[in-house]
């Protein structure tokens, strides 16, 4: 369920050998794009911040001087000469070069959530100048729209912390391409939304939920009496054994497709109980199947 217009699995299929693998970089202000490019500096790409429009095509020409590894660019509003137009022609040509990976990420978040990041840094929107913070915002999405919609990856940020977005980062465009799979393992509330980034998504309301015991609830779905309540439950074992069944069969499927990044996510009601125990329960065992899994919780926060 990746939000990527462009193809379900771009960043995950395999590079064409002898190609420069180049991220442009772009997106709403204030969206993450700052944690983007210094994550893509720890994978070991060349970065570049705030790159004016009219020397991407000099700076990626095939006579220039590249970096041996990759490089991530970061294109956006406040980038001198920026048009979205014209980006886009800039992109669609980049696309057609033999010698390059080219792959355009966009970071997106809800309005109301950026408003309160400017609120509470104190920054000056971009495009607001003078203007509310919030019109500065409406103003940068209509121009940014016909971006988004070409973009090969877009994350949205409004629910993902600087941890979770590296992550994500990481599993999306790794430089080593025998790195093999990696495996996210998520749980969320359904709540606060669907998470985009999840390939597959499993809604385990049905299970007794401990919520309703007064005891369980101040708990979480580490605790082991908050476990042993879901497993009581007379529909679990079976649940527990298809679901393991199904995925320790997916998994490699998805590896041997080329596939970099998997994102599983367990949906609750809450966010606390049902989905971070299965999250957990699922990271177990496909790690003991050999996978790299990291289990993100996106939604509870463990004292």
């Known amino acids: 369920m990746n939000d990527a217009p462009k193809g379900l699995d771009i960043a995950g299929s395999q590079r064409r050998p002898g190609t420069l693998p180049v991220i442009l970089v772009t997106g709403l202000s204030g969206a993450g794009k700052l944690t983007a490019m210094k994550a893509l500096e720890d994978l070991g790409y060349e970065t570049i911040d705030n790159l004016p429009l009219a020397f991407l095509a000099a700076l990626l020409s095939p006579g220039a001087e590249h970096p041996a590894r990759g490089v991530a660019i970061n294109v956006d509003i406040r980038s001198r ?20 990976d080219l792959q355009v990420l966009f970071l997106d978040c809800a309005e109301g959530v950026l408003a309160q990041r400017y609120t509470e840094t104190r920054r000056r929107h971009p495009m607001a100048e003078e203007r509310p913070v919030t019109d500065g915002i409406a103003l940068e999405q209509r121009l940014m729209s016909d971006i988004r919609d070409d973009a090969d990856e877009v994350i949205d940020t409004t629910l993902l912390s600087i941890n979770d977005l590296k992550r994500l980062i990481a599993g999306l465009f790794p430089l080593d391409v025998h790195a093999g799979l990696s495996v996210s393992v998520m749980s969320f509330s359904f709540k606060k939304g669907l998470p985009r980034e999840a390939d597959l998504v499993f809604d385990v309301r049905f299970l007794a939920n401990p919520h309703w015991v007064p005891a369980l609830r101040p708990g979480t779905g580490k605790d082991v009496e908050v476990g042993a309540h879901i497993m009581a439950d007379p529909v679990f ?5 298809r679901v393991s069944g199904m995925l320790t069969f997916l998994v490699p499927l998805y590896r041997r497709e080329g596939k970099s990044y998997l994102t599983i996510a367990f949906g609750c009601s809450g966010g606390r109980h049902r989905s971070v125990f299965m999250a957990e329960r699922i990271g177990g065992v496909l790690r003991e199947s050999g996978h790299r899994v990291t289990v993100i919780h996106r939604d509870t926060v463990f004292a």
């Open 81 to 100: 000469g920026f048009d979205a137009e014209q980006f886009l022609r800039r992109v669609e040509s980049l696309r057609a070069r033999p010698d390059l």
């Open 237 to 241: 074992a079976e649940f527990d054994e």
